[in-house]
């Protein structure tokens, strides 16, 4: 209410003109038709209408407008104008036509540069009452839903640390300590953001997280497990690719004798020893000399993750809605 006070008499003397000028207009719609030297009962008003027979001293006239409307038009102009320099609220923000133009974001700010430092303003004031709000509501649950400090991953409660305790205390100030975050309120150049973004993603100044946070994303850590889940299924399905291709190739050895194209031939199988006590070798391993090839429990849960992504499953398969 305190932005408008100073509008009200503008307005007032806006509107009071706007009707005079309205009732200008209206009463010149339908002019008065003034007839001298003849009988007004003698003739009929209308559309199409012919008049004839009149005394030579006749005159027949409708009243014209002898207002000038240039001059209240221009003053309802001049009040409008006074209302934007008092508000601080550009014209062109009121939806007046402009020419279209790929206008930055930077040369908008400047271009709204009172109403930007008005939303400056009204963003610091409002902040400082959102966060009582905010401590006010935590107090009130707290009061009334104790059970609700306790954290409970079932619920997809936040944790974002270990250090974060798990049952909150309510007489902890930190507890209450809330942020707001506002949106830009101007539109972001996205191309000219994402340039930015990756000259310091190159030159090292920035993180992953921090590139997020600046293209307005609002929950950068579930972002951050989305990419990497997707980075791990890639992962997977390529290995599982890589071990269909293995399987083809090796069939193609076994039945022909001969190597597919662009596969190199294995070295021949050394000949066992005496000294080994006639064992045979075990066929189901890996090959000697394979790096990274231990049988620990990760290796086999990949392994055999991997087989099923390429053989499939004779399982039912069943899909969650909820992680769709």
């Known amino acids: 209410m305190a932005d408008i006070v100073d509008l009200i008499p503008l307005n007032r003397e806006y509107n009071e003109k706007a ?7 209206n009463y010149h719609a339908a002019p008065v038709t003034i007839i001298t030297g003849a009988k007004a009962s003698n003739l009929e008003k209308g559309a199409r209408k012919i008049w004839g027979g009149l005394p030579k001293d006749a005159n027949v006239f409708n009243l014209e407008n002898g207002v000038d409307l240039n001059g209240p038009l221009a003053y309802l102009e001049l ?3 006074a209302m934007h320099e008092l508000t601080g609220v550009p014209e062109t923000a009121l939806g007046q036509a402009q020419p279209i133009s790929n206008t930055s974001g930077v040369a908008l700010s400047i271009q709204f540069q009172p109403l930007m430092s008005r939303y400056s303003l009204k963003q610091i004031n409002y902040t400082i009452g ?3 709000i905010n401590e006010l509501v935590l107090r009130t649950l707290f009061l009334y839903e104790p059970e609700c ?3 409970d991953p079932e619920t997809q409660g936040i944790r974002t640390s270990d250090e974060q305790p798990l049952v909150i205390d309510p007489r902890d100030p930190e507890v209450y300590d809330t942020s707001v975050d506002w949106p830009p309120p101007l539109p972001v150049d996205v191309l000219v953001k994402l340039n930015e973004v990756q000259a ?6 920035e993180s992953k997280r921090g590139a997020l946070r600046d293209l307005g994303e609002t929950f950068v850590d579930e972002k951050m497990q989305e990419m990497f889940d997707e980075r791990l299924a890639e992962a997977k399905e390529d290995g599982a690719l890589e071990l269909i291709k293995a399987q083809i190739a090796s069939t193609i050895l076994r039945t022909t004798g ?15 020893s005496s000294s080994s006590g006639g064992g045979k070798p075990n066929a189901t391993g890996p090959l000697p ?4 090839t231990g049988t620990g429990t990760n290796t086999e849960s990949v392994l055999s993750e991997l087989v099923t992504l390429s053989k499939g499953t004779k399982i039912a398969q069943r899909r969650n809605p909820e992680n769709d």
């Open 19 to 25: 009707t005079e000028i309205s009732d200008i207009v």
């Open 79 to 81: 009040i409008k104008r």
């Open 130 to 132: 959102l966060k009582r």
């Open 149 to 151: 400090r306790i954290y």
């Open 200 to 205: 310091k993603l190159a030159l090292g100044l």
């Open 258 to 272: 001969l190597p597919p194209t662009g596969v190199e031939s294995p070295p021949p199988a050394p000949a066992s």
């Open 289 to 292: 000399g394979m790096p990274g």
